[in-house]
């Protein structure tokens, strides 16, 4: 079991550029999670998908969209990247919506330029 | 979901028992108390979680006062692999069922 796996690992963008934070999930779990973690804070919920076609925004949710592609697979969108999202991306999925453990994957680290 | 408050950081010896403090005053009946650690830039891992009972698993211990205002994660023979931050968070059921609030979390620091 490979658990939560992110795409790419590091990225770089110039303002305005779009891009694709990739998130996939082998556990069979049904909810799905996206966090930002901005240096010396706590993760913030950007979006979240409790089941397979549905999406919920969070804390932060402006300037990204998602997309719950399948039952494993759970994209974050940047469509014009700002510096202010400079950030560590997390994704993360839970078996029900009673269950109390979020897997993590390992991160996305992009830089906004 | 009730705040939690934390002290900033800690130290603790290669060892001995790490007991890190959690104050969530405002929580209600039906709200959990989590802990997950976050160790170098890494996704967090979950720990342990309790509704009013202490609770005891692989990695830790945690301990619910009776007011369920205040708790304790106890990591009982603390390595240098445990530093890491760590995050109290309390979470509801109901239409907050997915969403953790971390806080700034404590760093600790285990000294050989």
């Known amino acids: 079991n490979a658990g939560v796996t992110q795409t790419p690992k590091f990225q770089v963008l110039k303002t305005g550029q779009s891009m694709t934070l990739q998130c996939a999930q082998d556990?069979?779990?049904?909810?799905m999670y996206w966090y930002r973690q901005d240096p010396g804070m706590g993760l913030r919920l950007i979006y979240y998908?409790?089941?397979?076609?549905?999406?919920d925004k969070g804390e932060v949710p402006n300037g990204y969209n998602v997309s719950r592609l399948n039952k494993r697979e759970f994209s974050l969108r940047l469509e014009s990247a700002a510096p202010s999202q400079t950030s560590v991306y997390f994704c993360?999925?839970?078996?029900?919506?009673?269950?109390?453990?979020?897997?993590f994957g390992p991160g996305t680290r992009l830089t906004v330029t | 979901d009730a705040k939690t408050t934390q002290p900033t950081s800690m130290d603790c010896a290669e060892g001995r028992a790490a007991n890190l403090p959690c104050n969530h005053s405002?929580?209600?009946?039906?709200?959990?108390v989590y802990w997950y650690r976050q160790i170098h830039s890494q996704g967090p891992q979950y720990i342990i979680h309790g509704l009013k009972n202490n609770e005891t698993n692989e990695m830790a211990s945690l301990i619910i006062t009776e007011d369920r205002k205040s708790s304790t994660l106890i990591l009982p023979h603390a390595t240098l692999r445990d530093t890491a931050v760590y995050y109290c968070i309390v979470r509801g059921g109901g239409t907050s069922y997915g969403k953790l609030t971390f806080g700034q979390g404590t760093i600790l620091t285990v000294h050989p």
């Open positions: 998908s409790a089941s397979e076609g549905t999406t």
């Open positions: 993360a999925s839970s078996a029900e919506r009673e269950s109390y453990e979020q897997y």
């Open positions: 405002t929580i209600s009946g039906n709200e959990y």
């Open positions: 556990m069979n779990h049904n909810s």
